[in-house]
């Protein structure tokens, strides 16, 4: 099992910045890549940014390529959402993922949802305009 905990969202107006961090504990050594995932109210969970643990290849999604930033640090186990001009379309609830099985290979296996093993509770990430 993997726990996951993110910290850092809250109220922020456009043009502003957040960083999200997520903690990962209990069996961590069996993740290949983290992601992070958000949904907005009435829609549906999409694709954010991910990474994996070995290599740190990271993975964008269109909406937030040039803005947003995933890092990690493998010595303590957490890893980094850097947002930079944030837009009212920005909002959303912002959950950490962990997926443990692997290796794959493919951006397939680093944004789909349906490939994450472990979910964070969600950070809730509000842009006001």
């Known amino acids: 099992q993997v726990q996951l905990v993110e910290s850092g969202g809250g109220l922020v107006q456009a043009g502003g910045s957040l960083r999200l961090s997520c903690t990962a504990s209990g069996r961590t050594f069996s993740s290949y890549a983290m992601g992070w995932f958000r949904q907005a109210p009435g829609k549906g969970r999409e694709f954010v940014a991910a990474i994996s643990w070995i290599g740190g290849y990271t993975y964008y999604a269109d909406s937030v390529k040039g803005r947003f930033t995933i890092s990690r640090d493998a010595s303590k186990n957490t890893v980094d959402l850097r947002m930079n001009s944030l837009k009212p379309e920005d909002t959303a609830v912002y959950y950490c993922?962990?997926?443990?099985?692997?290796?794959?290979?493919?951006?397939?296996?680093?944004?789909?949802?349906?490939?994450?093993?472990?979910w964070g509770q969600g950070t809730q990430v509000t842009v006001s305009s």
């Open positions: 993922a962990s997926r443990a099985r692997g290796p794959y290979s493919g951006s397939y296996y680093y944004t789909s949802d349906t490939v994450y093993d472990y």
